[in-house]
């Protein structure tokens, strides 16, 4: 589906927006993190919290919020607010590619900022990988956690396209509280 440089944008993405913003996750209030360069950094592949300083981590928050933007209007089948929340991310980060190589790898395409901190790289990066899902036949891959009180983001890498929850405990908990609504309103 997706190649590995930009699924690991995608997963980078939802990360930062399920570890970042607030709302609901798996039946619960989820609240911003009062340690964001930690969080960030279990976010973000091969980056130490020490790394992240405050205005790098605020600047990462805040991408979180608009990519978390992008994920709903995809999720809502909006893709022209979709794009246009890409569009906006990739101009204000200045995104551009670059073939970049690392010692004894071939040549990768990778995708920098306007300049070469943490996060400006990183919120261009993320912007690009949902911009390369949304302008092909994989923009409905990406979604939101269809069960109540979840809001938490996914890219939906099943075969069948069939995924519809952030996670196994989501999954359950609707396949639960389905099987005793069920056995609560059969005949006694």
């Known amino acids: 589906m997706f190649d590995s440089h930009v699924t690991v944008l995608l997963d980078a993405s939802v990360a930062l927006v399920n570890g970042l913003t607030p709302g609901f996750a798996r039946g619960r209030p989820y609240e911003t993190p009062a340690d964001l360069p930690a969080a960030i950094a279990a976010a973000l592949p091969r980056t ?4 992240v300083a ?6 990462l928050a805040g991408t979180a919020g608009r990519l978390r933007a992008v ?4 999720a809502a089948s909006d893709l022209d607010a979709a794009a246009a929340a890409v569009n906006a991310l990739l101009g204000s980060t200045g995104a551009r590619p670059q073939l970049d190589r690392s010692p004894g790898e071939p040549w990768q395409l990778h995708f920098h900022g306007r300049d070469d901190s943490l ?3 990183w919120s261009a990066g993320c912007a690009t990988g949902l911009a390369l899902a949304l302008g092909s036949d994989l923009a409905g891959r990406l979604g939101v ?11 939906d890498t099943s075969r069948n396209a069939g995924r519809q929850f952030c996670s196994t405990s989501c999954q ?6 389905a099987f005793r ?3 609560s309103s059969a005949p006694q």
């Not at 405050?54 to 600047?59: L, Q, S, T």
């Not at 359950?172 to 509280?177: E, I, Q, T």
Request: aromatic share 8%.
């Open 119 to 121: 996060a400006v790289g």
């Open 145 to 155: 956690c269809g069960a109540p009180s979840c809001d938490r983001v996914y890219v």
């Open 172 to 177: 359950n908990r609707v396949k639960a509280a």
């Open 48 to 51: 130490d919290a020490a790394a």
């Open 54 to 59: 405050g205005e790098e981590a605020a600047y």
């Open 71 to 74: 994920f709903e209007a995809a």
């Open 181 to 183: 609504a069920r056995r």
